[in-house]
């Protein structure tokens, strides 16, 4: 797959392409998303369904590369799709298919199990690990850590400066995370600051709790003494900040990734597409580009910020909470020449299970 710049082509010229050349093109796309090999003149003529020499087939060729929807890789190649030429596979004449009654049924057995006595994280990995086995992709499942309702907080001192506030949600999990704090902070403050929250907590979700305190944050003020007012911000600030560990990313199936390597340069793709797995500093970037939209949305190649240098494309879409709200998005990671026709509808499929899930609670 070519990463160079491409040169936009005019949306006009594009919608204008006749039979010919788009029956051409798509036999190379779909030659490509099979074999992931260029697709010559000689190839194509034998295959398309009107009566065309290979020279005539080439000259078609010449034209879509003009276009930016083709390149040669090498001299005397066939032909690739570029990156812009998928998108337009991709948004024009991509036919998705349905989810079969087979894969609806793994799907929900498989998520309704999960959720049996699980918690939110186990039944997110239970899905991503579903979806990458029926995919064969990486499938990934980005989810608010804000989102589970909670039970209960409590503070505890470390040290001077330092105290470890626990939450703990409905759903059993526990996170503890550390604040920073007043360094002659007394129990009694930690007591007071965990009693003011617990009042207010009534099943909510640690972001419709900050939202709540923080609508009322002045009335609050003039209820509390000055120390536990200042362990509460503390704690605000924690919870909301731009660097919070708001998120988590989940990733299941990464060795599918490795089944069907073609050549050196496929496994040097993979390798960056790890190492961006594993930094993970953009993933807010796609539940961010997900919530934009309803539905399945596709990033091909350098689209998304996070896969660019790997060459890798995203079908991703949103779930939602028993408010309708987007809490997550999950999807699947792969190489550009992804089955787009059977992932779409799989991963669509999947993200309204889970929402079903989660509204069930």
């Not at 936009?8 to 010919?20: E, F, G, I, T, V």
């Not at 079908?315 to 992932?343: E, M, S, W």
Request: charged content about 25%; overall charge negative.
């Amino acid at each position: 797959m070519s990463n160079r710049t491409e040169r936009p082509a005019d949306p006009a010229s594009l919608a204008s392409l006749n039979a010919r050349a788009r029956e051409i093109f798509r036999h190379i796309v779909d030659s490509y998303l099979t074999t992931g090999e260029p697709t010559g003149s000689r190839q194509l003529s034998r295959h398309l369904p009107m009566t065309l020499s290979p020279a005539s087939v080439r000259n078609v060729m010449q034209d879509l590369e003009e276009l930016g929807l083709v390149y040669a890789p090498h001299t005397s190649a066939g032909r690739l799709p570029t990156e812009l030429g998928l998108r337009f596979f991709v948004d024009a004449m991509l036919e998705v298919g349905d989810v079969s009654q087979e894969d609806r049924a793994k799907i929900e057995a498989e998520i309704k199990a999960a959720s049996t006595g699980r918690t939110l994280e186990n039944v997110l990995g239970e899905a991503g690990q579903m979806l990458s086995g029926l995919t064969r992709g990486a499938a990934i499942v980005l989810a608010s850590k804000d989102n589970s309702r909670l039970k209960q907080i409590e503070f505890l001192r470390l040290e001077a400066g330092r105290a470890l506030a626990i939450l703990v949600s409905e759903n059993g999990s526990v996170e503890n995370r550390i604040l920073v704090i007043p360094p002659h902070l007394p129990a009694s403050a930690l007591v007071e600051a965990a009693n003011y929250l617990n009042a207010r907590l009534r099943g909510r979700s640690l972001a419709e709790l900050k939202a709540e305190i923080e609508s009322s944050w002045e009335v609050a003020k003039r209820e509390l003494d000055e120390l536990t007012t200042k362990l509460i911000d503390a704690g605000l600030a924690s919870w909301g900040g731009p660097d919070s560990h708001d998120r988590q990313l989940i990733v299941r199936g990464q060795a599918n990734l490795l089944e069907d390597l073609r050549a050196v340069e496929d496994l040097e793709r993979i390798r960056k597409l790890f190492a961006d797995l594993e930094t993970k500093t953009e993933v807010a970037d796609i539940l961010h580009r997900a919530e934009t939209g309803d539905g399945v949305r596709i990033f091909i190649g350098s689209e998304n910020k996070l896969f660019s240098m790997s060459g890798s494309s995203t079908v991703v879409a949103p779930f939602r909470d028993g408010n309708q709200k987007i809490i997550g998005a999950l999807g699947v990671i792969g190489p550009t020449r992804l089955n787009y026709a059977r992932i779409v509808p799989l991963v669509d499929y999947t993200a309204r299970v889970v929402s079903r899930m989660m509204e069930r609670g």
